[in-house]
């Protein structure tokens, strides 16, 4: 119950186009869900977080679409650039304990 | 600009050594954890530290300690050290009572032979 199951495990997008990945979660109690992106050689740093109470957040590029009802969130990444390319974890916590993390998504990004 | 320093990038050990993971985190962060990398398998952890002298075990413990003797400095220690500990190693911090955004050391990437 405590897993946050993360797919795909790899991503090939061109350039421009729009890259999804999907997180499914058991744990209803879980009330924060971020995502991390990770370049080669540099820890994982915090890119965008979402509460159960909103649908939809969006910082840029970068949106999560969360379905509270599935049990589900996505990262979606519009107009997909080769500096985007790095490996993303989601993650989900539950009133500020630690967080339990996917299994990591590299995407890489084709000129 | 606040950062979490883990000592070492590389390190190459033989089977059964003691190994020690240092890492420092000059934000003065109470919560450190330390997780290890591997393909497929996401971020693990493995232990964390709410305040100096203070463990908890995390998903893995099993093969690893922890010291914490100061508020910025979280050591991970493999007691003999095996080739299925052969990953990559990430130190992360945040304040206390927040868990919501961790700050990430660099790595260390670890082979055992």
């Known amino acids: 119950q405590q897993q946050v199951k993360q797919s795909p495990q790899s991503l090939i997008v061109q350039k421009g186009g729009i890259s999804i990945i999907n997180c499914a979660y058991e744990?209803?109690?879980?009330?924060?869900f971020p995502w991390y992106q990770q370049f080669p050689g540099k820890g994982p740093a915090l890119l965008i977080a979402i509460r159960p109470d909103v649908s939809e957040k969006k910082e840029g590029r970068f949106t999560i679409s969360f379905n509270k009802s599935a049990k589900q969130f996505s990262l979606h990444i519009m107009d997909s650039q080769p500096g985007d390319s790095a490996t993303y974890f989601c993650a989900a916590s539950r009133g500020g304990g630690k967080l339990i993390f996917g299994q990591g998504t590299e995407l890489s990004v084709k000129p | 600009d606040v950062k979490v320093t883990q000592s070492s990038r590389y390190l190459v050990k033989r089977t059964g050594e003691k190994v020690f993971l240092e890492c420092v985190q000059d934000m003065d962060h109470e919560n450190m954890f330390w997780y290890r990398q591997d393909p497929g398998l996401g971020l693990r952890l493995i232990y964390f530290s709410y305040d100096v002298k203070m463990k908890e075990k995390g998903d893995i413990p099993e093969g690893y300690s922890v010291s914490r003797e100061k508020k910025e400095r979280f050591s991970l220690i493999l007691e003999s050290a095996s080739t299925n500990q052969t990953s990559m190693y990430l130190c992360?911090?945040?304040?206390?009572?927040?868990?919501?955004?961790?700050?990430f050391g660099s790595g260390t990437r670890l082979t055992v032979v």
């Open positions: 744990n209803t109690a879980f009330d924060y």
């Open positions: 992360a911090s945040t304040p206390w009572g927040s868990n919501y955004g961790y700050t």
